[in-house]
């Protein structure tokens, strides 16, 4: 694949529905990361994969949030229960791992669009 | 905890006008300075980082320690930068992945 892949593109779900959007990072990438850009909030960061491991959750709003990786690859961002103010575009990047001198830079999928009615 | 700043949402130019987009950061460790890019329809994508000290598209910008700034310039705007441009900042120092903190964006419209 040519770059980060996300699907669905857009997303429309009544309250209280819960959603699944996935992620396929660049082969060969290792880290994974999930964003999330909202009206008002600008992007924000939710949670970081190294591997199958996610070393960083700190930025997952609620307890309805969730996420997992699955052979260092696919990743699936599940929102329970969803409530209005989810609704904005989620993001996810990749990029292989950095060092401690260097991060490496992060590519953008085109992300999905999530409207909660 | 980590901060970007970008102070104008909005920034008008006409085409040939020099163009400068204001970033400033609070970080207490080593930061990483980028500058990412959205023109309409795309992806969000990476424009440049402070530690490769390179020029793309015309655009360069230096990280000021003192200032904590990381602005970026270009000396002579073309319709084609018309576009919404990211601040973002991550640690450096921790080996493997850091997240990126972005700032609001400014949106940048060359005029002819």
């Known amino acids: 694949g040519a770059g980060v892949s996300q699907s669905p593109s857009n997303k429309v779900t009544e309250k209280g529905k819960d959603v699944e959007l996935r992620c396929d990072p660049i082969?060969?990438?290792?880290?994974l990361y999930w964003y999330r850009q909202s009206l008002g909030q600008g992007l924000e960061f939710l949670i970081y994969?190294?591997?199958?491991?996610?070393?960083?959750k700190s930025g997952l709003p609620s307890d309805r949030f969730s996420a997992e990786r699955t052979g260092g690859s696919v990743s699936t961002l599940t929102i329970q229960r969803t409530q209005q103010e989810d609704s904005a575009v989620y993001l996810c990047?990749?990029?292989?791992?950095?060092?401690?001198?260097?991060?490496?830079?992060?590519?953008f999928g085109d992300g999905t669009r999530l409207s909660i009615l | 905890a980590q901060r970007v700043t970008q102070p104008e949402k909005l920034l008008s130019v006409f085409k040939g006008a020099p163009v400068e987009l204001k970033c400033n950061y609070s970080?207490?460790?080593?930061?990483?300075l980028f500058w990412y890019v959205q023109y309409s329809r795309q992806r969000l994508q990476l424009l440049l980082r402070?530690?490769s000290r390179e020029s793309i598209k015309g655009f360069t910008a230096d990280l000021n320690k003192g200032e904590t700034s990381f602005h970026l310039k270009k000396p002579f705007a073309q319709e084609e930068d018309s576009a919404m441009y990211y601040c973002a900042l991550s640690p450096l120092g921790r080996g493997g992945g850091n997240k990126l903190t972005f700032g609001t964006g400014t949106q940048l419209k060359v005029e002819l």
């Open positions: 970080y207490s460790g080593s930061p990483e």
């Open positions: 990047a990749s990029s292989f791992s950095g060092t401690p001198y260097s991060n490496q830079p992060q590519h």
């Open positions: 402070h530690i």
């Open positions: 082969s060969g990438h290792t880290a």
């Open positions: 994969f190294q591997g199958n491991s996610a070393p960083d």
